[in-house]
């Protein structure tokens, strides 16, 4: 059973606690958003919708909108966005980066993994590519509201886990709720739609159970028609 | 010198409400797909819709503000809300509701969290029968809770007023044209903070105690009524009690 909270709800006394989506005044615990509580331990609402802000160490999937030398500026899915400074591929590069080549390494529209390595109060974002960061071959990319992303991963990994394994694909989820798939056309219709379920559905009790069995039926219709 | 209308017949209003009740209210949350939140609330004869877009970029950018979130809020009628067609488009009125609605929020819009944002606020009034603005902030208060904006609170609103000599809560068309005096209010329930306070006519210091604490607690039927609406969303359980009675 979920239960939910809107903003002012009191929660606890243990100040101590609180942690994401609360506020503490006159040493008591309240919800600053409407979401669900979650008190295993810290106390944190975990919100129903709103828009992804970065925080520092966020492993996620930017796109990129627009190049200015010696900048590509960033869309990171959140109302903020970041610049990228050419030196990131300065290791990789054959050749310096320069005004005019810029978009032969990227260009806009590509995607890439990065991780957000600093947050300042005015929100200037700085960011560091990710090992394997480009995703650019055999896949797709979905997006779900970043809210949804626990939900997809589930508990200690059991959604996901399940996922990967009945779908066959290789599915990365980015926590601003960019969501990288791989595999093969079929796998990947049917992995898509899944999550997208799973992002409807969110909010309500038993779902990876739920999931398995949209997965099943799934496969055993397609067994038949193979056999038929 | 206006002569006295009939507003009070044999101690209950012409639509038949004792002096201390509320209009029938109505809340239906996320009403719009493309909005970031949106409400849609009847007080009694008043239909209105609220969305809230944002955080997002703030234009012009010359008003962001490097430290917070920059509220918009706009109050508007619709041509067809009233009577006599209104003209389109914002006027000295509107003007004024949206200044004193937006401040209304001030308290409980965790801004400092959006640095340069701008958090919209859209209130369309469709259908309008005296006490507009406090539909609208009922409503704008739900639809940012929808959109996920951190909040301290929620804001709860209500008019009272005077008519024939007595204090009434949440006037309508007929008692806010004919009365004496009409008052507003805006808090936050479980604090008991006003945000928003205007009055308009006349009313002795008593009488203003007397419908101040008529409106507060009309307030706090309005936040449980506000809450319900939020929580059903997403629980069909909900049994409407308010997590505040276990503190």
Request: aromatic share 6%; glycine share 8%.
């Amino acid at each position: 059973m979920y239960q939910v909270v809107v903003p002012g709800d009191f929660l606890s006394e243990e100040t101590k606690r609180a942690g994401e989506g609360t506020y503490v005044e006159e040493g008591k615990v309240y919800a600053s958003q409407y979401g669900i509580v979650n008190m295993r331990g810290e106390i944190k609402v975990v919100p129903l919708s709103g828009k992804y802000k970065p925080s520092n160490g966020d492993v996620i999937i930017g796109k990129i909108a627009e190049i200015s030398f010696p900048f590509w500026i960033v869309d990171l899915a959140s109302p903020y966005e970041a610049r990228l400074h050419v030196s990131a591929l300065s290791g990789i590069a054959r050749e310096k980066i320069e005004f005019g080549n810029m978009s032969d390494y990227l260009n806009v529209d590509d995607l890439v993994v990065v991780k957000v390595m600093d947050v300042n109060v005015l929100m200037k974002i700085e960011l560091a590519l990710q090992e394997d960061f480009e995703l650019r071959r055999g896949g797709r990319l979905i997006e779900i509201p970043h809210t949804k992303v626990p939900r997809v991963i589930g508990r200690s990994g059991s959604m996901i886990k399940m996922l990967k394994e009945k779908c066959n694909c290789f599915i990365f989820i980015a926590k601003n709720g960019r969501i990288w798939i791989r595999g093969k056309e079929d796998d990947m219709d049917l992995a898509s739609t899944v999550i997208l379920k799973i992002a409807r559905e969110s909010h309500t009790s038993g779902l990876t159970d739920r999931v398995a069995e949209f997965l099943d039926s799934f496969r055993k219709e397609k067994e038949r028609e193979l056999r038929g | 010198m206006k002569e006295e209308i009939e507003l009070i017949k044999e101690g209950k209003r012409l639509d038949g409400r004792g002096f201390d009740e509320l209009r029938p209210i109505k809340i239906e949350v996320g009403v719009l797909k493309r909005a970031d939140g949106s409400c849609y609330l009847e007080l009694g004869d008043n239909k209105v819709i609220a969305a809230v877009y944002g955080p997002r970029e703030m234009h012009p950018r010359h008003a962001q503000d490097a430290k917070m979130a920059v509220v918009k809020f706009r109050y508007n009628m619709a041509p067809f809300s009233t009577d006599d067609r209104k003209r389109p488009g914002p006027d000295r009125r509107s003007v004024e509701i949206s200044k004193v609605c937006r401040e209304a929020f001030n308290p409980v819009i965790m801004r400092e969290l959006y640095p340069k944002m701008g958090i919209e606020v859209y209130v369309e009034l469709l259908q309008s029968d005296a006490g507009t603005r406090t539909a609208g902030i009922n409503a704008a208060s739900i639809a940012l809770a929808d959109a996920g904006i951190p909040m301290k609170d929620l804001v709860s609103s209500i008019a009272v007023g005077k008519i024939n000599g007595e204090v009434v809560l949440d006037l309508n068309a007929a008692e806010d044209n004919n009365g004496e005096a009409d008052m507003p209010i805006a808090m936050i329930a479980r604090t008991n903070t006003i945000t928003a306070l205007q009055m308009d006519g006349r009313m002795t210091q008593e009488e203003f105690g007397r419908g101040l604490k008529l409106a507060m607690g009309a307030c706090h039927q309005i936040y449980e009524l506000q809450r319900a609406a939020l929580v059903t969303r997403y629980n069909q359980n909900y049994e409407g009690k308010s997590k505040r009675e276990e503190e």
